[in-house]
C-alpha cells in the first residue's frame, strides 16, 4: 500500500510543461545572480485558478534558493498590506544574520514601516490596517538596497521577491512597488534584485489602475497543459512509486482532464484510491478510472457548487447562457444573442465573471470557463433559464 502521489488543491513539487516558463525565468535568475544585477521588470504570470502559477512561483523560489539568493514570499491581501507585509518577511528572514548587519536593516525596516503610518516592524501584523498612510517609495527603495547589500554581506547571491495573488494587493502597496523599481531601474542601480509574482486574468487592469507605467510590469499568461505535459505530470508521478498507468486509461483521464492541472490531480488522486493504493508493480486500468470517477465527480461537483454561489444573479445568467452554448469556446456576441442583450449590456458582467476565475477570454470575441466540466454541471444543476435578473 502507497499513498498517493497526486496533490489536488496542493502546490505540485513537479511542474510539467512548464520548460518555457522555467527557461525565461531562469535566464532572469541568472541575470540577477551570475552579473548581480537588477531585473527592472516585474515579471506577473497571469491565469485562472487551477492552473498551477503558485506551482510554478514556488519552483522558482526553490531554484533561486538552490543558487543562493534570499528569497521573500508574500500572498497578497492577507492581514496586512503589501508592502509591511514584505517588510516583516524581510525581517523574519534575516533574524539571524550577524548582528551588525541586522541591525542596519532593521534600523531601515522600521523606517519604513514608520512611513507608512505602522508603528514599527515588530508590530506591523497587529497595527496595519487598509488605508493607511501612503508613501514610502524611497524608503522601500532603500530597504530593497540594503537587503541585497546585506544578502551580499552574509554570502548570499542576491535577493528575490515572490508575490501570489497579486491582484488582491492593496493599491498602496502596489503603487509603492511600481515606483520603487522604476526609481531602482531609472538610476541604474546595480542591485542584485528581481520580483516574480503571480494572479488571476484581472491582475494587468488592477495594477494599470494604481500605476501609470505598466511598461515596468510583464506579463505572461500561463495555459492549459498541452497533452503530453499532462500524460507526463499522470504517469511520471505513478512510475516514480513503480507503478504505471495502461494506455487507455491514461489516454481517456488526459483527454478528461482537457489540460486543466488541478481536474488532473483529482483524477489521478481518485484513481489511485480506486486501484486501493497500489503498490510497485501495479497497473491502474480503465476500471479503476471510471471507478475513480465517481469520487472525483463529487469533489468537482462540489467546487463547481461553491463557484456558482458565489456568483451574483445576473453573472449566473450569464453563466447560464454560456453553458447553454456547449462546452468549449463560445462568442461573447452568441452569449448576447441567447439572453437577448447587446454585446455592451454584457461587459459588467462578463468583467466580475473574469475577476472571480469562472470564465477567461479565449480569443478576440471568444470565453471559455476555466474548468472543464463546469457548463454540464451548470446545465444539470439549473432549469435553462437565460434571462438576466436584476442584481
Known sequence: ?????????????????????????????????????????????????????????????????????????????????????????????????????????????????????????????????AGAAAGGVREFEEVVRETAASARDEGRSGVVLFIDEIQSADADGLRTLGYA???????????????????????????????????????????????????????????????????????????TAQGYPYTLQLIGDATWAAAGYPDAGARLTIEHLQQGSVAMSADLNALFRARWEKATAGEQAFIRAMAALGDGLVRRADVARVMGVTSDELSVPRARLIDKGLIDVAGRGELQFTIPGFAEFVRSYTDGSTAIPQD
Open 1 to 129: 500500500m502507497q499513498p498517493s502521489p497526486y496533490t489536488p488543491g496542493e502546490v505540485a513539487r513537479e511542474i510539467p510543461g512548464r520548460a518555457v516558463q522555467l527557461a525565461q525565468m531562469e535566464e532572469r535568475l541568472a541575470y540577477l545572480i551570475d552579473l548581480q544585477r537588477l531585473v527592472g521588470r516585474i515579471r506577473v504570470d497571469v491565469a485562472a485558478r487551477g492552473i498551477g502559477k503558485t506551482s510554478l512561483l514556488r519552483e522558482v523560489q526553490r531554484r533561486a534558493e538552490a543558487r543562493g539568493a534570499l528569497t521573500v514570499w508574500v500572498t497578497a491581501g492577507e492581514d496586512m498590506g503589501l508592502i509591511p507585509a514584505l517588510a516583516a518577511e524581510i525581517h523574519r528572514k534575516t533574524h539571524d544574520w550577524k548582528a551588525d548587519t541586522r541591525a542596519r536593516l532593521r534600523e531601515l525596516l522600521e523606517h519604513l514601516t514608520v512611513s507608512l503610518g505602522v508603528p514599527g516592524i515588530a508590530r506591523v501584523e497587529a497595527t496595519w490596517a
Open 181 to 255: 523599481w522604476q526609481h531602482l531601474q531609472s538610476e541604474g542601480s546595480d542591485v542584485p534584485a528581481a520580483v516574480f509574482a503571480a494572479g488571476l486574468p484581472n491582475s494587468p487592469e488592477v495594477i494599470a489602475n494604481v500605476v501609470t507605467f505598466s511598461e515596468r510590469f510583464a506579463y505572461r499568461p500561463l495555459e492549459r497543459l498541452p497533452p503530453d505535459a499532462a500524460m507526463i505530470a499522470l504517469g511520471g508521478a505513478a512510475r516514480a512509486l513503480g507503478v504505471e498507468w495502461d494506455s487507455a486509461a491514461l489516454a481517456e483521464a488526459v483527454a
